[in-house]
């Protein structure tokens, strides 16, 4: 079953507007990581919130954690059209987990 | 940086043939991945190796197998290619802290084509 799952599928906005993108999961993580992918090329690591964590910032982009409600979203602030492109999370099940399990994804466009 | 080399960006098949698709990495990492992305399924996992010559099955394992026989190497082979396995290939690497998964370096992908 999908472990992570991305709300919503497609976000269409102007340039200098945040986007916000959410993502649920459904069973205990350790961590949760988010991903952007260009079209056309491989997954790109954009940061990773620990499951002890709540908030984490990284230039333009904040994550925060819901473990209560098993949720996480990403905020993209003042987005460029550079950003445009897929956007992924992430989650590591407990403890000694190899297995990264990605959701759909939300298509993000951004509008010059 | 780390990279994470696909042998090929676009791969022409027919059904029934053995298909070889290759993956290298340069930053010594214990842990590599391959997945496949198909629309509006996200990535699935197809198999994984967390050192040399040790592999575990994935979610979607059937039609595939694999072979890590240098670390820096790790190769999915399609061992009779049937149409339901054209997809975009994915390749990913990961450095292991303490046992836990660490982040993934991905390769372009390989999109195959099995006619």
């Known amino acids: 079953s999908q472990q992570g799952e991305e709300d919503p599928q497609a976000l269409s906005i102007q340039e200098g507007e945040n986007a916000t993108m959410n993502c649920s999961y459904k069973t205990s993580i350790n961590n949760l990581q988010w991903y952007r992918q260009n079209s056309g090329r491989g997954l790109v690591h954009l940061i990773l919130i620990r499951s002890n964590e709540r908030e984490k910032h990284s230039g333009r982009l904040r994550v925060t954690l819901d473990t209560s409600k098993k949720s996480s979203s990403l905020l993209i602030t003042a987005s460029r059209a550079a950003d445009t492109a897929s956007y992924f999370c992430?989650?590591?099940?407990?403890?000694?987990?190899?297995?990264?399990?990605f959701g759909a994804g939300t298509r993000l466009f951004v509008k010059a | 940086d780390v990279k994470v080399t696909q042998s090929s960006r676009y791969l022409v098949k027919r059904t029934g043939e053995k298909v070889f698709l290759e993956c290298v990495q340069d930053?010594?990492?214990?842990?590599m991945f391959w997945y496949r992305q198909d629309p509006g399924l996200g990535l699935r996992l197809i198999y994984f190796s967390y050192d040399v010559k040790m592999k575990e099955k994935g979610d979607i394992p059937e039609g595939y197998s694999v072979s890590r026989e240098k670390k820096e190497r790790f190769s999915l082979i399609l061992e009779s290619a049937s149409t339901n396995q054209t997809s975009m290939y994915l390749c990913?690497?990961?450095?292991?802290?303490?046992?836990?998964?660490?982040?993934?370096?991905f390769g372009d992908g390989t999109r195959l084509s099995i006619l």
């Open positions: 990913a690497s990961s450095l292991s802290w303490r046992g836990l998964n660490q982040p993934q370096h």
């Open positions: 992430a989650t590591v099940r407990g403890t000694g987990g190899f297995k990264t399990i």
């Open positions: 930053m010594d990492h214990e842990n």
